[in-house]
Antibody, heavy 123, light 111 residues
Framework: QLQLQESGPGLVKPSETLSLTCTVS??????????WGWIRQPPGKGLEWIGS???????YYNPSLKSRVTISVDTSKNQFSLKLSSVTVADTAVYYC???????????????WGQGTLVTVSS | QSVLTQPPSVSGAPGQRVTISCTGS?????????VHWYQQLPGTAPKFLIY???NRPSGVPDRFSGSKSGTSASLAITGLQAEDEADYYC???????????FGGGTKLTVL
């Protein structure tokens, strides 16, 4: 079945750029019926959508993070990636990647999810 | 401050029925956008629970059900079990933000 796995540094210094990659296995990232999304969860807090990307490269971003976020896709590697610039301690969170259903131009549910990776912003 | 409002916590005894509300506005739930629900067990990734207001993915017990009316949605859990103790999140689409919004999450305690 489809599986997603996040990877990347677990520690990032303030003001630097957080970079994560999500590897998709058991299915193609070039599916025409799904986007691929990033969601984060600060310790002890709720879920926050970061953004989502289509295999063609079309993206949707959370307006509150848009100025600092870049999501890209590499169909040859079946991967998509997240870059978050100018990080602060407030960006410390578990970062999840997930397949993102969509229809009629509307972003729908996330399923399945990766296991998540904790990224700590600290000097 | 989440765009979708959920109660921080609910509780119930084994075998009982509990409901979790998710209140939005005219730019999300009230605009007709579907609501989806997730269950997050301690220390794990969220699990897809309900889609498009009231539909259960394969493998989700029929003890879980969802509904939507006006600017709100609800998740109901009947026959409460200890294993249901988790955080529950609602999610929808918001036209003002042109993106996805989550509720703040509700912690379910099985007494």
């Amino acid at each position: 079945q489809l599986q997603l796995q996040e990877s990347g540094p677990g520690l990032v210094k303030p003001s630097e750029t957080l970079s994560l990659t999500c590897t998709v296995s058991g299915g193609s990232i070039s599916s025409r019926t799904y986007y691929w999304g990033w969601i984060r969860q600060p310790p002890g807090k709720g879920l926050e959508w970061i953004g989502s990307i289509y295999y063609s490269g079309n993206t949707y971003y959370n307006p509150s993070l848009k100025s600092r976020v870049t999501i890209s896709v590499d169909t040859s590697k079946n991967q998509f990636s997240l870059k978050l610039s100018s990080v602060t301690v407030a960006d410390t969170a578990v970062y999840y990647c997930a397949r993102h259903a969509f229809a009629s131009g509307i972003l729908l549910w996330f399923d399945p999810w990766g296991q998540g990776t904790l990224v700590t912003v600290s000097s | 401050q989440s765009v979708l409002t959920q109660p921080p916590s609910v509780s119930g005894a084994p075998g009982q029925r509990v409901t979790i509300s998710c209140t939005g506005s005219s730019s999300n739930i009230g605009a007709g956008y579907d609501v989806h629900w997730y269950q997050q067990l301690p220390g794990t990734a969220p699990k897809f629970l309900i889609y498009a207001n009231s539909n259960r993915p394969s493998g989700v017990p029929d003890r879980f059900s969802g509904s939507k009316s006006g600017t709100s949605a609800s998740l109901a859990i009947t026959g409460l079990q200890a294993e249901d103790e988790a955080d529950y999140y609602c999610q929808s689409y918001d036209s003002s933000l042109s993106g996805v919004v989550f509720g703040g999450g509700t912690k379910l305690t099985v007494l």
